[in-house]
């Protein structure tokens, strides 16, 4: 290459802007961008659109490099893999990380924000406040996208909370967890990738996720039932080391950043329009998608009412502040 510049530049064609462009050519990048979630999923396949409209954007100057299904970082160590710069960026389900933060459990109050709309007002509330915990601990945030609406999966018929009692409920996180300890519950905790496996032994017979999970999972093979209870939208955010995000060219940088702005308008469209998809393959493959009945519905209420009182004791004046906020837009 240095001959080909050299030659360039004794055949007078090399002006300083071709030798800029040759040199940024030359200057690749390639990040590495674990995600827990399989292939198939829509947050994973809109991660590998970001990652190809980088690559046209810079020229292949910038290479991400998707690493799905958990198969590099579990799903609770990416963020700090994320931190310390074993991997440049990454994707989270953000609630994973309520321990550290309280903001970053916002999504996860049940019955907060129910449907896209709700969630998207939630988000816009509460992104300044997750931007700026996710900035002091070296992170910057790129995009974020929703899951469907949280539903619960079971093999037998759930008529109230009551019916809940006793089953093997798998966690995801914080909140999930404490669901299982109010209606009495055994709580297990099984990241996404693991819950195939988890079904598929019995290790849990009972869960809330989304519709999108429950197809990913093929959960037809072990439960029967879905109540769509439509009781949060939980988010993913896809961030990146703060340090390898300033070693990039400027350039380089806003071609991220607007992909990851095309990202995120894309993702939460996915979403929506992801949901009915999913519901439908439940269906096709035998599930019973039911509509929770007013007691089922009057327990979680409840249920939401304790977990809501939990994370304003947590996150205190400036959580009460962003709930505030979302509640006058
Ligand atoms: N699926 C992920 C998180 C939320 C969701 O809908 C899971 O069940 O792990």
Redesign the pocket.
Known sequence: MKRLLSNLIFSGLAGAALIAAAGSALAQTAWVLPSAYPPANYHVQNLSQFASDVDAATKGALKINIHPNASLFKAPDIKRAVQTGQAQAGEV?ISLHENENPVFGIDVVPFLATSFDQSKKLWAASRPAIEKALDAQGLKLLYTTP??P?GIFTKKDVNGVADLKGLKWRA?NVGTSRIAEIVGAQPVTV??AELPQALATGVVNGLM??S??GVDSKIWESLTHYYDTQAWI?KNVVFVNKAAFAALDPAVQKAVTDAAAAAETRGWGLGAEKTAAYMETLKKNGMQVVEPSADLKKGLGEVGAKLTEDWLKKAGADGAAILDAYKKM
Do not use: C, F, V
């Open positions: 389900l899951w469907p949280q995801y990241q996404a996720t989304s999108a999970t939980p």
